[in-house]
């Protein structure tokens, strides 16, 4: 089965920074795009970052464009979110994704990330 696990959340002092990761399992991780989405409670999940299979397309969500970096290793199963300049509004609940966020795609379990003096 799908599994997707987050990790690297945690609590940053703004402007800090923060890598979060997720390791894949149960589909071909090669062939997938992947994607970042976050969530703060009481608001919708929002797109964050995206990535095709082989690296060649990248999108980021208008808010974090140019201060995040999403990557990935495929001979790991893994997909990387590299947060720079991290503002309070940052503050989420992080999740990986597959399926491009759309109905039937698969979600980990989110890490938190707080942005806070």
């Known amino acids: 089965q799908v599994q997707l696990v987050e990790s690297g959340g945690g609590l940053v002092q703004p402007g800090g920074s923060l890598r979060l990761s997720c390791v894949a399992s149960?589909?071909?991780?090669?062939?997938?795009?992947m994607s970042w989405y976050r969530q703060t409670p009481g608001k919708e999940r929002e797109f964050v970052a995206s990535?095709?299979?082989?690296?060649?397309?990248?999108n980021y969500g208008r808010s974090v464009k140019g201060r995040f970096t999403i990557s990935r290793d495929n001979t790991k199963n893994m997909v990387y979110l590299q947060m720079n300049s991290l503002k309070p509004e940052d503050t989420a609940v992080y999740y990986c994704?597959?399926?491009?966020?759309?109905?039937?795609?698969?979600w980990g379990q989110g890490t938190q990330v707080t942005v806070s003096s």
């Open positions: 994704n597959y399926g491009l966020g759309g109905p039937g795609s698969y």
């Open positions: 149960g589909f071909s991780f090669s062939s997938a795009a």
């Open positions: 990535i095709t299979n082989n690296g060649a397309f990248i």
